[in-house]
């Protein structure tokens, strides 16, 4: 029998922590292969790249704005009955998406694979895995959680390429959205938590929770602070292939990628976002392992200073096969090593109670990042033909969220007297 979430495990490894990790594997496959989809589609209904990518910014939108309704359902309903409206959700968006030949088709139907996304998450399952772990290996079993979703991103793209290069995009979607269902026979192994206990005399309800919190200094700073990284993964992840695509230097016929069968820059652009989520998996673990022993904002801080380096120094040298696999590896080690680290902090502060909705109001400027990443590159992309400016853009908001992480509060939230 599965322990439950609510008492922590003496282990690190345990089913429940197994089976969050195998969904958010799942559910973050699909969504990093969207990217493959610009060219395809595009070509097939002659749309300016903006169309695409807004339903793309939609999607992560809809992914932020359902991240704290889920996470609330999760606490009120219970665990199980949020994940499996969110595959619902998710199944629903695809299949739908499917059939639709309009852009407007796309970009409505991108918000139920969004509130699908939010309710197969991090924002349900990151507080599962929390309050199953104790508190000695929480930030570590956070890692571990994360960087499944990371193992998702190295499987997802290749295997989406893999089936364009045999089936319509269509017919994938279908594909995955039989793959987002068939994780719902892992719920058994999630804990069943039902209907949320009424709060004790001492413990405050949600209400008041989140009301402290969203009127705290560090709450905010924290919420600002996110909103980089989800410009940042946003843009990277909806545009990337198709940059890589159009503007690499051609792959050499002799060379080792071409030995690994990658000879086109459109294979290179899907081999990037898997050698993204490879090095994320080491990062992301290291990340978790970091926060049980340094001070979380100091690490946030690190790791936004690193990739404001890293982008800058890509974006200003001449684009090859190496310089791509290069900057993969580099900003892949810092690409979801911030999310263990914030959602630590946000229960470090104010607890595991209500941490699904707290981490889901903070992942929400996550996601307004996110769209506005995806949807400022279509938009400067059909205005000026190419990415830079939108690359530059992030850059700074990366060193601004390098910044605002520095003041931040870490000591646990004091009740009121």
């Not at 994940?83 to 059939?99: K, N, T």
């Not at 924002?123 to 571990?144: H, Q």
């Not at 049980?292 to 096969?321: D, E, G």
């Not at 996601?367 to 205005?383: E, K, N, P, R, S």
Request: aromatic letters at 10%; hydrophobic letters at 55%; glycine letters at 12%.
């Amino acid at each position: 029998m599965a322990p439950s979430p609510s008492k922590p495990a003496s282990g690190i490894v345990t089913p429940i922590l197994v089976a969050s990790c195998i969904i958010l594997l799942v559910n973050f496959g699909i969504r990093a292969s969207f990217g493959l989809f610009q060219i395809p589609i595009a070509i097939e209904f002659d749309w300016p790249r903006a169309e695409f990518s807004l339903a793309i910014a939609i999607q992560n939108l809809a992914w932020g704005i359902g991240q704290p309704i889920f996470g609330a359902i999760a606490e009120r309903f219970g665990d199980r009955r949020a994940i499996i409206l969110g595959a619902i959700f998710y199944a629903a968006g695809l299949v739908l998406s499917s059939q639709s030949v309009t852009p407007i088709g796309h970009q409505t139907l991108n918000v139920l694979i969004g509130f699908g996304i939010a309710g197969t998450g991090f924002g349900v399952l990151l507080a599962i895995v929390g309050r199953a772990a104790s508190p000695e290996t929480r930030s570590l079993s956070l890692g571990i959680a994360t960087a499944a979703g990371s193992a998702g991103q190295v499987l997802g793209p290749p295997f989406a390429e893999i089936m364009l290069g045999v089936m319509p995009w269509t017919s994938v979607f279908i594909v995955f959205a039989v793959l987002i269902l068939a994780v719902l026979v892992l719920l058994p192994f999630i804990g069943p938590k039902e209907h949320a206990p009424a709060p004790t005399l001492t413990e405050e309800k949600m209400s008041a929770i989140v009301g402290r919190a969203v009127r705290d200094p560090s709450f905010v700073l924290i919420f600002l602070g996110f909103f980089s990284c989800g410009y940042q993964l946003g843009f990277i992840t909806a545009h990337f292939p198709a940059f890589i695509t159009e503007v690499c230097a051609p792959i050499a016929s002799g060379s080792l990628l071409a030995s690994l069968g990658i000879t086109t820059t459109s294979a290179l652009g899907a081999f990037s976002i898997a050698v993204i989520g490879l090095a994320n998996i080491g990062g992301t673990l290291l990340a978790g392992a970091l926060g049980n022993h340094f001070r979380k904002k100091y690490l946030l801080a690190q790791i936004y200073v690193a990739r404001t380096v890293v982008s800058a120094a890509f974006i200003l040298a001449p684009m090859t096969p190496a310089s791509v696999l290069i900057f993969s590896v580099l900003m892949g080690a810092l690409w979801l090593a911030t999310v263990p680290l914030t959602s630590g902090l946000v229960a470090q502060i104010w607890g595991l109670r209500y941490m699904g909705t707290l981490y889901g109001i903070v992942f929400l400027s996550h996601q307004i990042g996110a769209f506005l990443g995806v949807w400022l590159g279509g938009q400067l992309y059909d205005t000026f033909g190419d990415y830079t400016l939108v690359w530059w853009i992030g850059i700074g908001v990366g060193a601004f969220s390098a910044i605002v992480h520095l003041p931040i509060r870490e000591r646990p939230a004091a009740l009121p007297a």
